[in-house]
Structure formats: structure tokens, C-alpha cells
């Protein structure tokens, strides 16, 4: 879609949302971020409307007019969704209908939602489960109203603007605060990570015309064990950091690859042009420590006003 678009991104707060929403404004169209909190990455061009979307009528509002929805909201960690099934079932699949619904009543040309790579897994515990229900929903919607939809299915995220609940934000920020990293496995498991950047530019490329009711895949290019990433920030860092290889309480994650046989295909995007793992790292890394100097300043502020 080349022309200007009225764009509305639920969730565009967050980790990936936020960055979405930026390159959706990169590119000039109007943007709107509909999220429970105010956001912190809010642009003089975007308009915020803080609201819950478990509101039907302020969702509903807030969707007239709209060309594209994103839908971002919800429960996005695995560990939460797997101690939160209810919750998991309110924000994730009901608050996703409430938006889907809104969406079909405003003719709205496209929906797109960030699902996972889970979905072609048996691992993932409620989290998946709250996936599968969306996409299902998606298509039934598109079958009985014509609203269009793309699915985008998310791999291993990392980058700037997440939080504890990312893992490669927690295994950077305990390396930089406690000398160690704790993960529950062997370090052999295999990802695919992804730079959230490069996610965020693919998640608004898709919206041309060939991506319409499609799945595409979001991972990265080159399969890294857990071990060797753990390799890669010791030697960033110049430490002798320590790993604490745990066993795993659930199985919610995968070792080497999260599909088992399910017949839900998907394609996967690849961009020309990508951020190098090394570097992403590196930026992760300049912002976490930023973070930890921030905090460390303000609790010696509060100390010595005491």
C-alpha cells in the first residue's frame, strides 16, 4: 500500500508495537497508538488514546475511520500466559474479537496481528493456545464479512525497549548487574533471533497487496545455539561471565525448532538488508547499562536528600 493510510496500532506502546508504529510514521502515514498506559516513545505526529481493550465502545470508537488496525495487545510472555490461563483467554482472545469485530464494522481494508511461532508447536502452554483461537478467528471473520487480515508470526525478538520478560534483555542485564547468567536448559536449544527493527520493517512491508489474508514468518537469518549467544556477550563484555544452566519447572519452550506437524503454513519474510547479531547486541547492551546508571543515579539522589 503506497497511498497515506490511517493507521491504528493496539498495544503500540510496547517492545515490537512501538517500533511498528514509528515506521508506520517513518513512512507518513497517520499514525494512533491505543494502549492502558501512556506510551513513553509517543511521536509528535501520533495521536494516544490510553484505554483498555476489554472497552468495547472506547475500542470501537477509536477504530472509526481507520484503513489498518495492528493489534499488539494482550499477555506477550509465555511464563505469564502459562499462570494466567483466564487472563490469558480475557486480554488474548476476547479482547482480540472486541478489536476484530470493531475493525469489521469500520470497513477497515486490513487487519493485522502479531501472532507467534508457537502456533506450530505443542510447546507454549496458554500462550499458544490463545494464538491459535485468534487466527482461527481471523480467517472465520474474513470468510463471513470479507474483512482481510495478515498474521505476522514472531520468532525470537530482541532490541531496544524490552524489558526482563525478553531473554535477551534479562540474560544482558544480569550479566551487567550480577556477573552471571541463569537459564533454565542446557544452552544446546536453537533460536533464530530477530532484531526488532528488522521486524518492525517487515510488519509494515506487509501490508502490500500480496501479503493479503497470508502468514508470514518473522525469525532470523542464521540458527544460534543458546550457548554461543551466551559466548557472544562474555566475549562483548571482556568477563569471565557465569552461566547457571537450571532444569526447566515447564516445558513451555522449545529446544531446536517449535514446529511439530500442524498443516497452518506460513511464509517466511526475509529481509535484503538486516542487523547484525553482534551489533544488536551491542546497542542492547549500551542501552541496558544507560538504564542500570539511571537507577543507580536516582537511588544515590534519594540517599543523600535522606
Known sequence: MDKKLNA???GGGGFVGSHVADVLSEKGHDVSIYDIHQSKYLRPS????????????????????MDVVYNFAGIADIREAANKPVETVKYNILGNTIILDAAKEADVKRFVYASTIYVYSESGSFYRCSKNACELYLETYQKQYGLDYTVLRYGTLYGSRSNLTNSVYRFIHQSLTEGKISYPGDGNEVREYIHVLDAAQGSVEILDDEFKNKYVIFTGHHPMRVNELFVMINEILKKDIKIDYTQPKHDEHYRITPYTFIPKIGKKYVRKCYTDMGQGILLCMQEIHDQIHHHNNEQQKLKDEL
Open 8 to 10: 491504528m496500532v493496539f
Open 46 to 65: 501520533q495521536k494516544m488514546i490510553i484505554g483498555d481493550i476489554l472497552d468495547d465502545k472506547k475500542v470501537r470508537e477509536s477504530v472509526k475511520g
